[in-house]
T-cell receptor, first 115, second 114 residues
């Protein structure tokens, strides 16, 4: 079965540069979530989108932005990168079914290293 | 908004013993509670989940219980094995007017000692 696809899997950037992470949800999934996991830390929720609209916002820095496109894929844009942005970034997707909350399926993650 | 607490933060058990991890949540609208297992260097994996219309769910050596009145839910692992060693995250989810709100607990590091 198709899973959540994230690209790139690894990314190395310099400080103050810009990075774009992409997430392709499982087909028919309409909700995408972004998480940041620093070394030795718990995953932190950043932001989510439902039907191409922002549905919730967590601890996402103002330097970051994200959007969900008409084909439901999502992109996380990170500007003015700092050393502390080095982390594993997970994307997850789910299919909303009305009154029930649904299982999230995680992608493999993108490892961002800021030098 | 929702707040999820998780205890203990670390847990060590002898192989073969049981392990219990407890979580509490604050938003009574939460209606879905998954548990994730994250092994070293890997992404979190869903291991079991429970919806608010049931009180208990079991899958082989893993079970989850939910007490909606008290707003707490627990993960139970029986006959623990070394490969159960990992970080376990609980989460609570609710639907609101903007979509879904998904909140993780801080995680429990489980060590199963041979």
């Amino acid at each position: 079965a198709a899973g959540v696809i994230q690209s790139p899997r690894h990314l190395i950037k310099e400080k103050r540069e810009t990075a774009t992470l992409k997430c392709y949800p499982i087909p028919r999934h309409d909700t995408v979530y972004w998480y940041q996991q620093g070394p030795g830390q718990d995953p932190q929720f950043l932001i989510s989108f439902y039907e191409k609209m922002q549905s919730d916002k967590g601890s996402i820095p103002d330097r970051f932005s994200a959007q969900q496109f008409s084909d439901y894929h999502s992109e996380l844009n990170m500007s003015s990168l700092e050393l502390g942005d080095s982390a594993l970034y997970f994307c997850a997707s789910s299919e909303t079914s009305g009154s029930w909350a649904d299982t999230q399926y995680f992608g493999p993650g993108t490892r961002l290293t800021v030098l | 908004g929702e707040n999820v607490e998780q205890h203990p933060s670390t847990l060590s058990v002898q192989e073969g013993d049981s392990a219990v991890i407890k979580c509490t949540y604050s938003d009574s609208a939460s209606n879905y509670f998954p548990w994730y297992k994250q092994e070293l260097g890997k992404r979190p994996q869903l291991i079991i989940d429970i919806r608010s219309n049931v009180g208990e769910k079991k899958d082989q050596r893993i079970a989850v219980t939910l007490n909606k009145t008290a707003k707490h839910f627990s993960l139970h692992i029986t006959e623990t094995q070394p490969e159960d060693s990992a970080v376990y995250f609980c989460a609570a989810r609710a639907l609101d007017n903007y979509g879904q709100n998904f909140v993780f607990g801080p995680g429990t590091r489980l060590s199963v000692l041979p």
